[in-house]
Every structure is written in C-alpha cells, then in structure tokens.
C-alpha cells in the first residue's frame, strides 16, 4: 500500500456573529401558552404520546404545568381566537393566570363577560 503525502491548509472558520439586536417576533406567553396546549393534546390524539405524563417529561416540564397549559383549552371559542390572533402588544397586558382562572368558570356566557372586562382594561 502506497501511503501519500501532499500539504493542507487548515484555515480558522469564522462563524457569523449572532446581532444582539435580531430577534424574531415577539410571541406573547399566553399565545405561547394556548399553542402549546393545542400541541400536546394533538399529540395524545395522534398516539405519538400516551398522556399528560409523557408528555411532560417529554418536553422537559412538571405535569402540574401541561395541566395548567392544557386547561388553556376549556376557554370560550371566542376567547382562544383572540388570544391566537390579536396583535401582541394587545396581549401584552393579559397574564395567563387570569385566562387559567377564566378556564375554571364552567360557563362559556360568564367566561364571555370575565374575558371582556380583562380585555377591555387592556
């Protein structure tokens, strides 16, 4: 076996340095929230997970959290649509637990009426 020898330069790859100033969109955290509710429960739906549990240690979270996450999901239609489109600096204002505390109302008509006077504060 012929063993051959020729010179190589080996030169320092420079990285692009990651701008301090770029960031993407800012997502509002009750957005955030409610998608990631609507992730975890498509993935039980599909069998890719078998429940809540799994799901938790999966993505690194205490079941208590996907619980609070996916209670997200028992909001009013009404309610889940504004928070997924309204522009983010409307939702700025709106902390995820008073959104937990309107899931627990079972009434979609009182969820309504406690969404209003949140989102009208705004």
């Not at 069998?47 to 909001?75: D, E, F, M, Y």
Request: include cysteine.
């Amino acid at each position: 076996m012929k063993a051959y020898e020729f010179p190589v330069e080996m030169a320092k790859v420079q990285r692009p340095r990651r701008r301090a100033d770029v960031r993407g969109p800012v997502i509002p955290q009750v957005r955030r929230a409610l998608v990631l509710a609507y992730q975890i429960e498509a993935l039980i739906r599909e069998g890719k997970v078998p429940n809540h549990a799994t799901a938790a240690r999966w993505l690194g979270i205490s079941r208590g959290r996907v619980a609070q996450v996916c209670a997200l999901l028992l909001l009013a239609p009404e309610i889940q649509e504004a928070v997924l489109t309204a522009p983010p600096e409307r939702l700025a204002p709106v902390a995820e637990g008073d959104l937990r505390g309107i899931a627990l109302l079972p009434e979609w008509v009182e969820q309504r009426v406690r969404w209003t006077g949140i989102w009208s504060s705004g």
